[in-house]
């Protein structure tokens, strides 16, 4: 795992002030009570503001055939299935507990239609994540659970259910994997600012630290015969998958290309694993919701890695061990894509000539706003509800922030994006340095340094903006649902992979707007040209990102940002 902010991003909200996943409606506000700061915005029906909720797959895919079969479908927030020792029920979790899904032998619900999976009950674990397995004798189950102290730690309940025992007293800790004796489990804590690999007994007593290098390692699991603990590390610049002995010792990669691999799973027979597989456009220590992912297997002896299937999904699809007992078919959570209307899709270069056009009149899906302090802002927003939520997770150890956002543009009559945001009166300077971790992203995203009268799509608005091609403009919204104006430009050109990060900076005084710029590590200076607009106070300072791609996520990263 990670940095405090990153644990977020597991699913697994830790530290004070930071965001993490998506779990609530643009419309049908749905905050999860398992993780207060999360949120997820639907997607809307072309044409209209209404905004119905994602449909959640629990699906198995044959692993020689590729044939895939939907289990059950819901509007809940699913994720995480194990498959049972005996093979005759899935669990997977949901807003913080663990339920039970019956299925016959061809994969389908055993129960009635209309009927609802069964609740296990977990006593005290009551703020389950969707870390959470079956011992090897199927009569134990392991969850990670919140404490009162809004950290994660380990617990073990008889499978059917009942009162859970503590086993990690220490926290946070995400359990991943029972050895084949069942008396000892792996895991995945934070101590002292780092996160590796432990053990502890079943039982309870001292946990072990099984790895020590800077960075992430994280997802353990034994294999069958407990001659190896497989796990992912991000160790070497990118997320891969290693593994080593029990003990710790010989730690050695099994997988590495040019993917972001996490979460390494063995068939009960020992001859397979499968892990999910993200993108370049992830960065190597995250494992977001709402990205287009692989499935991939490849035997434990070594050999080719084969392809088993594309999906929409993420960090909960594949994170736990959830192969059938027979070893050949493997559950995962998958997600319906929201399809963007047609007005809202990009620019793109020849032979794709299709053109983004303005908004249909008086088009506006309602924000998502998080009133949680975020470094030096109060808050964070979805300004506009985009398709797929964002999120923003500020580093204290770097002074970074992370702006994710899939969002269709920063312009026009309204607005999408990702914005973390003070309210404040006056006179007003704001600057960051800023990159783009995806140097493969599309290139008119925007990261931007923003005054807002409101939080609305329409908002007045004044922004200094650097796109991911170079471009650096100030432009503003001189009135709510106006057009938005270019004031001036600035053209970074064609720029080395080690060129320092372009610094950009707005001031306020009184109504007038400056932008200020810093291209190769120079001071910044005042571009001449000015924007004029009076905003009433208290009104909105902040930073903010748009993917440019309604339905496709992207992260710029904000440094040294100094706002006074």
Known sequence: MKTPAQTLRHHRAQSPGLLSKLTATAASLLISALFADAQQSAPPVAGTNASP??????????????ERNVVYRTRDHIEA????????????????????????????????????????????????NNDHGISFDGKLLA?????????????????????????????????????PDDK??????????????????????????LTTNPGLDDGPEYSPDGGHIYFNSEREGTMQIWRMKPDGSSQEAVVADEYRNWFPHLSPDGKWMVFISFGKDV?????????????????????????????????????????????????????????????SLP??????????????????????????????????????????????????STGQYRLTSASYNIWYQRDELRYAWKQMSGDVSLSASITFPNREGYYDRKAVLMFRQDL?????????????????????????????VEACRVQAGERSSDAPPIRLGIT????????????????????????????????????????????????????????K
């Open 53 to 66: 909720s994602w449909e959640y797959s629990l699906e198995t895919i044959h692993i020689e055939t590729g």
């Open 81 to 128: 299935p194990n498959w049972s020792r005996d093979g005759q029920y899935l669990l997977y979790n949901l807003k913080g507990s663990i339920y039970k899904l019956p299925v016959t032998a061809d994969d389908k619900p055993a129960v009635p239609s209309g009927a609802k999976p069964q609740l296990i009950e977990t006593g005290v674990a009551n703020k389950c």
């Open 143 to 179: 969850v990670s659970s919140r404490s009162d102290g809004n950290k994660s730690q380990i617990y073990v309940l008889p499978v059917r259910g009942g009162e859970a025992r503590l086993v990690t007293p220490l926290s946070p800790s995400y359990w991943h994997g029972w050895s």
């Open 184 to 209: 000892t489990l792996t895991y995945c804590a934070e101590r002292n600012g780092n996160f590796d690999v432990y053990t502890i007994p079943t039982a309870g007593g001292e946990e072990k630290r």
């Open 283 to 343: 960065i190597p220590d995250e494992h977001p919701e709402n990205r287009d992912v692989m499935l991939r297997l490849m035997p434990t002896a070594g050999g080719e890695v084969r392809e088993l299937a594309r999906l929409f999904g993420g960090q909960g699809t594949l994170n736990v061990p959830s192969w059938s007992p027979d070893s050949k078919k493997v559950a995962f959570v998958s997600v319906t894509k929201p399809v963007p209307p047609d007005w």
């Open 347 to 396: 620019s793109m270069p020849k032979p794709t000539p299709h053109k983004q056009v303005p908004p249909p009149e008086g088009f506006h899906r309602p924000s998502v706003t998080i009133n949680k302090p975020l470094g030096i802002f109060e808050g964070q927003a979805d300004v506009g509800g985009p398709l797929l939520p964002g999120n923003a997770n500020y580093f204290p």
């Open 456 to 484: 609305n799509d329409d908002s007045k608005t004044v922004m200094v903006a650097l796109h991911g091609a170079g471009l650096i403009h100030l432009a503003k919204r001189s009135e709510k649902g106006a057009k938005i």
């Open 508 to 563: 306020k005084r009184g109504d007038v707007f400056t932008l200020l710029v810093s291209l190769n590590g120079e001071p910044m200076h005042e571009v001449e040209t000015k924007a004029e607009l009076c905003l009433d106070a208290p009104f909105y300072v902040g930073i903010g990102f748009c993917s440019h791609l309604p339905v496709t996520s992207d992260t710029a990263v904000l440094s040294d940002v100094e706002l």
